[in-house]
């Protein structure tokens, strides 16, 4: 079986028809050829994925396409880009808080999602946040410092 789907992307609209099995990470990445967000695990354990669905974080190897008819969603794409990096993404690269970077897109993505939610995260709030986040390179204490001075300025933005 295959539906319709409605879809807003960082602002953009998109309409796409997919099996019903397909997940989100999957239409992302194979049909509308967003691929910043990434696939590790496939079964919602590495954080990789990660994308704010209707402004909440989730993990879009776990998100049925079809459910998200209707709905809103950030990827890391809506970030920045190249030649204007968001303030998180300036914050990874100043505070070396990435290698390969395969695991970056999600850490973005939970970070963002926390600062708009709590923009004056205490320490404790930015390790929650990223607990979800499996990276394999640089450990983890490079990305929370990006995350606190980004918090810290008080300027959290530059996200879509
Ligand atoms: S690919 Fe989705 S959580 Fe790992
Ligand atoms: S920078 Fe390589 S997995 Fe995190």
Redesign the pocket.
């Given at each position: 079986m295959e539906y319709d789907v409605r879809i807003t992307v960082n602002g953009e609209r998109y309409q796409a028809r997919v099996p019903a099995s397909l997940t989100l990470l999957r239409m992302l990445r194979e049909v509308l050829h967003l691929t910043g967000t990434k696939e590790g695990c496939s079964i919602g354990e590495c954080g990789?994925c990660s994308v704010i669905l209707d402004g909440k974080l989730v993990n879009a190897c776990m998100v049925l396409a079809v459910e998200c008819d209707g709905s809103v969603v950030r990827t890391v794409e809506g970030e920045g880009a190249m030649d204007k990096l968001s303030d998180l993404q300036q914050a990874f690269v100043d505070n070396h808080?990435?290698?390969?970077?395969?695991?970056?897109p999600g850490?973005l993505m939970a970070a963002r999602e926390l600062l708009e939610r709590k923009p004056d995260p205490t320490d404790d709030d930015i390790i929650e946040a990223m607990a979800g986040q499996?990276?394999?390179?640089?450990g983890y204490e490079t990305?929370i410092e990006a995350v606190r001075r980004v918090a810290r300025k008080g300027q959290a933005g530059g996200g879509k």
């Amino acid at each position: 079986m295959e539906y319709d789907v409605r879809i807003t992307v960082n602002g953009e609209r998109y309409q796409a028809r997919v099996p019903a099995s397909l997940t989100l990470l999957r239409m992302l990445r194979e049909v509308l050829h967003l691929t910043g967000t990434k696939e590790g695990c496939s079964i919602g354990e590495c954080g990789a994925c990660s994308v704010i669905l209707d402004g909440k974080l989730v993990n879009a190897c776990m998100v049925l396409a079809v459910e998200c008819d209707g709905s809103v969603v950030r990827t890391v794409e809506g970030e920045g880009a190249m030649d204007k990096l968001s303030d998180l993404q300036q914050a990874f690269v100043d505070n070396h808080a990435l290698q390969c970077g395969f695991c970056t897109p999600g850490m973005l993505m939970a970070a963002r999602e926390l600062l708009e939610r709590k923009p004056d995260p205490t320490d404790d709030d930015i390790i929650e946040a990223m607990a979800g986040q499996i990276c394999r390179c640089t450990g983890y204490e490079t990305a929370i410092e990006a995350v606190r001075r980004v918090a810290r300025k008080g300027q959290a933005g530059g996200g879509k």
